[in-house]
């Protein structure tokens, strides 16, 4: 009788499904780390750029159908911005601390945020940065000017507005820039590589971490310290963009590819030095009440 | 005396007996009283809201509210895991202790050409859009807290640091040195303790699991910064 027959389970193998009806097709769903050529320790070496590229291909088309498919929620809708904020603790961790060891050969935004893109790094790290930025400057001062008779001691407040807006508009108005130019470039030469806007601030929000125990080691009224750190952190901070964007301009003219690098770099130097300048008095100079007061001086003196 | 006729079947039939058939042949005779009182807990009260609390005096409506604000500033200052400012959450609180952290915060008329402390309106403002944003965090995260019962949480747990304000104001009064500083720090940093370790309390339980370093992290940088500005204030 066929009753208890029809009572077993059915092995679905592939072995058995092949013998068993040979117009049958299988098809073979391979989950992203499966597959051998998307281990992470094949990207070193001379290699590492051919795969690079393999890994940006296959990546790029199931990660743009996965992109497409989670955020499925029309933006006027709460449930839209919370995918933004989709991560875990150990996931915020982790970006932070690929963004503090640029290793060559691994693209931050491929390895952390590729399937993931998020919107508390960038914003939280951001405004710790404005705070940590004013607070230090206006401690750092203090200290220069400790023992001064004529100097009184004032919070200025202003200046977080200050740090706030420069942050910000950095972390918000350059990303948007260079997506738009990426988005350009990509029209007019078939790049492998191309990144979202949300990527791109993403990577620009970690980036700016470093700066964060940098601002606090400020306060260290020596010239040749701050200078040091400075050089550090540009290092390590321009390191992580310039590796992140590389790929992505690779294809491109040699000289269009170089001059964007160059930009991204000298525009991140531009924002630390800049604060380094305007938040931090010079550990030198006396007899300077504000901050303000100091350019005018030394442009009056070299004179 | 009711006597209720007995509905059966037709005699023959092996049907079974219906339930509670018994019932009917059961006739209530009047030496058994039924009789006894239904009282319903609920009555009073709602008598009460329906129109007692239009005619009672102002003074009872404020005392009213005014006891509800202190009953949940003794809840923040002796914090232990409790729903009772989530569940009957009030702006009030908040309302006050913030209006009075501004009040004494403002800079003085004197140096308000220099660059100095924060005005009236920037210390209302970061603590009101710093709540709102630090709500709006946590419910983005996944978080199940309600948008007021979060802002009322945040606001109740600035009581710490409005009295490390009160307290360095009267220190201020002393005569300046490194003492009057350190004091004034141990001070501050002891509130600020406090405050983070009340709104845990209230917050941490409406976090995912998973999230909850995440979610607590802006609370810390908002009495930090709160804190900063108490501490660095300068008469």
Same mark, same amino acid.
């Given at each position: 009788m066929a009753a208890v027959d029809d009572l077993q389970f059915e092995e679905f193998g592939d072995e058995a499904t092949s013998a068993a009806n040979p117009g049958a097709t299988t098809i073979h769903i391979e989950g992203?780390?499966?597959?051998?050529?998307?281990?992470?320790?094949?990207?070193?070496?001379?290699g590492g750029e051919e795969d690079d590229e393999l890994l940006g291909n296959d990546d790029s088309d199931k990660t743009e159908l996965l992109a497409g498919q989670k955020k499925s929620s029309p933006f006027w809708t709460f449930e839209y911005y919370q995918t933004f904020f989709d991560v875990d603790t150990y996931q915020v961790f982790d970006r932070i601390k690929g963004s503090l060891l640029p290793i060559p050969g691994k693209n931050f935004v491929r390895l952390y945020i590729r399937s993931n893109p998020d919107l508390y790094g960038p914003f939280w790290i951001c405004a710790t940065l404005v705070f940590a930025i004013a607070i230090s400057g206006n401690l750092s001062n203090f200290l220069i000017h400790?023992?001064?008779?004529?100097y009184h001691y004032v919070p200025e407040f202003r200046k977080v507005s200050i740090a706030a807006t420069i942050i910000y508009a950095y972390a918000w108005l350059v990303p948007l820039a260079l997506w738009g130019f990426l988005m350009w470039r990509n029209s007019k030469v078939m790049n492998i590589v191309s990144y979202s806007f949300l990527e791109i601030v993403c990577v620009y929000g970690y980036s700016l971490f470093i700066y964060i125990p940098t601002a606090v080691l400020? =306060? =260290?009224?020596q010239k040749a310290v701050r200078w040091i750190l400075v050089m550090i952190a540009l290092g390590i901070s321009g390191s992580v963009l310039a590796m992140t964007f590389w790929p992505a301009v690779r294809e491109d003219n040699r000289r269009i590819a170089l001059a964007t690098i160059v930009t991204i770099v000298f525009l991140h130097t531009l924002l630390s030095v800049g604060c380094l300048a305007y938040f931090f008095d010079a550990?030198?100079?006396?007899?300077?009440?504000?901050?303000?007061v100091a350019p005018n001086q030394t442009v009056a003196a070299a004179k | 005396m009711a006597e209720a006729a007995e509905s059966s079947g037709d005699p023959g039939t092996t049907s079974p007996r219906p339930l509670?058939?018994?019932?009917?042949?059961?006739s209530i005779s009047q030496d058994i009283p039924v009789e006894g009182e239904i009282t319903i807990p609920m009555r009073s009260h709602i008598r009460e809201f329906d129109s007692s609390t239009l005619n009672e005096s102002v003074q009872n409506t404020i005392m009213r509210d005014l006891k509800a604000v202190g009953k949940k500033f003794m809840h923040v200052l002796y914090p232990r895991k409790s729903n009772t400012l989530l569940r009957d959450w009030d702006l009030w609180g908040p309302l006050i202790l913030c209006v009075t952290l501004a009040l004494m915060l403002q800079r003085s008329?004197?140096?308000?050409?220099?660059?100095?402390g924060p005005q009236f309106a920037e210390v209302f403002v970061i603590v009101w859009f710093g709540a709102v944003t630090i709500t709006l965090n946590s419910k983005l995260l996944g978080g199940n807290i309600s948008f007021f019962q979060s802002l009322c949480v945040l606001g109740y747990c600035i009581l710490p640091l409005t009295v490390a304000m009160l307290v360095c104001r009267l220190v201020l009064l002393a005569e300046p040195g490194p003492i009057n500083f350190v004091v004034r720090f141990f001070v501050v940093i002891v509130m600020f303790a406090w405050s983070i370790v009340a709104s845990t309390a209230f917050l941490a339980d409406s976090q995912p699991p998973n999230r909850k370093a995440l979610a607590i992290y802006p609370v810390f940088l908002f009495y930090f910064v709160i804190s900063w500005m108490i501490l660095t204030f300068t008469p």
């Open positions: 992203p780390s499966e597959s051998p050529a998307h281990q992470p320790g094949l990207s070193r070496g001379s400790l023992g001064e008779k004529t400020w =306060i =260290i009224p550990p030198e100079m006396d007899h300077l009440p504000t901050a303000t | 509670f058939a018994g019932l009917s042949d059961i008329s004197i140096d308000s050409e220099k660059d100095g």
